[in-house]
């Protein structure tokens, strides 16, 4: 096999620092976009609008149950300073930026100092995937999403703290001490979970002490300085824990928290077999990862041909870190659904298990790499093979089995002394697996897996075939500065050229004709710098922001969650916009009961929601115009947002004796007054 005539090391880098990650924030722009004033957004940025201005959703029930348990106070002062300074849509598009650039350089960071003599790819293999993976996404938390979220935010400055901490156990103690003491402000349990977990880690360093060049003195250090981090968090946010159980029984308590406000991201039992399968994936290959430095990758002198240091202390220390989370999300496991424990489960530990894939990643990175640069075919179908297997849970498990499969192979082969045969079994082994994953992927995978994977087997061997291909033209740019500069320019062009257009966008006039043509509205909703409304509700809500009074009261959908941002109106129920305390929950619950006309035990609703949830919430759509105003009545609301197209009929402006006084009409929603002559009984 031939490998690189250079390394990352001993090629001159011809390419500023700045340029590689403004190309990647481009492209990560271009393919994921920017969804801002969407998704959980859409219920908490109404909180930061009314800190700045409480007549804003003044009575707005989920508004003011925040003032009793708000864990996002952090946040909102953050955004409140840097949107008073240069409005919202920038500080959003700042604040990504921001989390953008700290994620990028915590995971390289994290991913260099596990594999030094590789250079820089590993850094930025383990960013691109940390960006690009959707497998194994247990608990619905992603690695990484394209809008501003708390929870990013304290990730983004958790690979900060936990890649220098792992770098340099000496200085990172105190240099972590900053963002994590600023995550558990801004996101008080991911903060907390972040300081519990490198404190596990320190005692286990020095536990290791010669393996992790970390003495009891310095983890000693190292926890103090945790602990000294999350006390600013604890201030602002134990007061508040009084409110937070109330006088509801601790079941009810369960039931409203737990099973229907967040089940999604609070119980493992409901996550489908194939993500848990994709996630174990990542330890998986990370612990081969960790065990190949010892045979794989050295050659027949015995020393290694990757990495000139050996097996490092820095990627002993992240092992021992990725193995002391998954004890830790072990006994989380077993706290949530063998004792049940509201603690715990509120508290959302598996919020680690995407931290877990991202310490894997910097693991996995190194091995990838390796993997490209032995050359030949073989090694690079490996390798895009695996890049391909992180966009989907079917494909990870599929990749993850070929790789085991091959290595093994290669273990067992090893001690033969024919190059043939050990270049051969491998190959053979892994062209097996690999057929009968894609096999495998055009039965099962209802994402269509088995394309993207023919798609990385080809690239793969057209790499290997050509191998020095990339160096020659590399090396031909290099020496002609006009056209490396060019080319730069042309990719960098390439990758901003979707995200300029859609910033253009944003700035026609929403009255005119272009503003509807379909080219504008996929750029917007590509990159949506701007709050420019696109669907039904939100133009039915921009609406209601410009002809009803501040004071209106809205009742709608349970579902649809941009109402409230959109209108600047209150909102008497939305499901997502739920409280966190036990009176909040309580009311917030009555009113879901009422918003679907359901009368049975809080049992019976979690039964009937769980099995059909959209049908559940569809319900609202079929109540008659008369027990919609009642229900509005009851809820203190003047207005109804419906999606019934026949209710307009039964609402008709001109008929006098209707309940509801149909205003206007946005696609398949609409929206009525309640006429004060309809006020009836406010009892159920």
């Known amino acids: ?66 003032d009793e348990f708000n864990p996002h106070r952090g946040s909102l002062a953050l955004l ?36 030094p003599g590789i250079g820089p790819s590993a850094g930025w293999l383990a960013f691109i995937l940390l960006l690009a993976a959707k497998a194994g996404n247990i608990g619905t938390n992603h690695l990484f999403e394209a809008m501003v979220l708390d929870r990013l935010v304290a990730l983004a400055l958790g690979w900060l ?50 393996a992790t ?76 990862a960790f065990a190949a430095t010892g045979y794989e990758w050295q050659d027949g002198s015995g020393h290694d041909r990757v990495d000139a ?58 091995r990838m790499v390796a993997l490209w640069r032995s050359g030949g075919p073989l090694g690079r179908m490996r390798a895009t093979v695996l890049a391909a297997g992180f966009l989907g849970d079917w494909r990870l498990v599929v990749a993850t089995f070929s790789e085991l499969a091959a290595t093994a192979a290669e273990f067992i082969v090893r001690s033969r002394r024919e190059g043939r045969v050990r270049r051969i079994v491998p190959a ?25 994977m023919l798609i990385a087997l080809g690239v793969g061997t057209i790499a290997g075939l050509r191998p020095d291909w990339l160096g020659r033209l590399r090396d031909r740019s290099a020496a002609d500065s006009a056209i490396l500069r060019r080319r730069r320019i042309a990719v960098l062009g390439a990758a901003w050229t979707v995200p300029v257009l859609a910033m253009l966008a944003t700035w026609i006039p929403p009255e005119s004709s272009a503003a509807r043509h379909r080219l504008v509205q996929s ?43 959109w209108s600047r109106r209150s909102l008497a129920f939305n499901r997502s916009g739920s409280p966190y305390h036990a009176a909040g929950l309580a009311d917030w619950f009555d009113r879901f009961r009422e918003h679907v006309e359901f009368r049975g035990t809080p049992e019976a609703f979690i039964a009937a929601y769980v099995a059909h949830r959209h049908e559940f919430e569809s319900r609202y759509d079929r109540i008659p115009a008369a027990r919609l105003a009642a229900l509005a009545a009851r809820q203190g609301a003047d207005h109804v947002i419906a999606a019934s197209p026949g209710l307009a009929s039964k609402a008709n402006a001109a008929d006098r004796t209707a309940p509801l006084e149909h205003l206007h009409t946005e696609g398949q929603y609409a929206v009525y007054r309640v006429r004060p002559s309809s006020l009836v009984q406010r009892q159920p």
């Open 309 to 366: 240091s050996g097996a490092t202390r820095s990627r002993n220390r992240l092992m021992i870190l990725l193995m002391m989370l998954l004890i830790g999300l072990g006994v989380a496991w077993f706290a949530i659904e063998k004792l049940h424990s509201v603690r715990v489960t509120i508290f959302q530990p598996f919020r680690m298990g995407t931290v877990a894939r991202g310490l894997a990643l910097a693991m996995i990175s190194g």
């Open 1 to 66: 096999m031939t490998q690189d005539p250079a390394t990352d090391e001993q090629r001159p880098s011809m390419t500023p620092g700045w340029l590689p990650m403004l190309l990647v924030l481009g492209a990560y722009l271009t393919l994921r976009g920017y969804h801002s004033f969407d998704g959980d957004q859409a219920y908490r940025l109404p909180l930061l609008l009314h800190r700045q201005d409480p007549s804003l959703y003044a009575d707005d029930p989920f508004i003011r149950s925040i």
């Open 523 to 565: 750029l917007i909703d590509r990159c949506r710098f701007r709050p420019v409304p696109l669907d039904d509700i939100e133009r039915l809500a921009a609406w209601c922001r410009e002809y009803t009074p501040q004071t209106a009261r809205f009742i709608g959908p349970p579902g649809p969650k941009t109402f409230r941002l």
């Open 428 to 452: 053979f082994v892994f062209g097996v697996m690999i057929a009968l994953g894609i096999r495998f992927l055009s039965l099962h995978d209802t994402e269509s897996g088995q394309s993207s």
């Open 80 to 115: 409140d300073a840097a949107s008073r300074a240069a409005g919202l849509p920038m500080a959003l598009f700042l604040a990504f930026v921001a989390t953008f650039l700290a994620t990028g350089r915590g995971i390289r960071r994290l991913a260099d100092s596990a594999w």
């Open 161 to 210: 703290a936990i890649a220098w901490v792992v770098a340099d156990p000496t200085r990172g103690a105190w240099r972590s001490v900053p963002p994590i003491a600023v995550a558990a402000i801004v996101h008080p349990s991911v903060g907390l979970q972040l300081a519990l977990l490198l404190s596990a880690a320190w005692a286990a360093w020095a536990m290791l002490g010669p």
């Open 213 to 288: 060049g970390v003495q009891g003195r310095q983890a000693a250090r190292g926890i103090a300085s945790m602990a000294l981090a999350v006390v600013p968090g604890l201030a602002i946010n134990l007061p508040q824990n009084a409110t937070l159980f109330g006088d509801l029984p601790a079941p009810l308590f369960w039931m409203l928290s737990v099973e229907v406000q967040n089940p999604q991201h609070m119980l493992p039992h409901l996550w489908r077999m194939p993500q848990w399968l994709a996630w174990s994936a990542y330890p998986a290959l990370a612990l081969l």
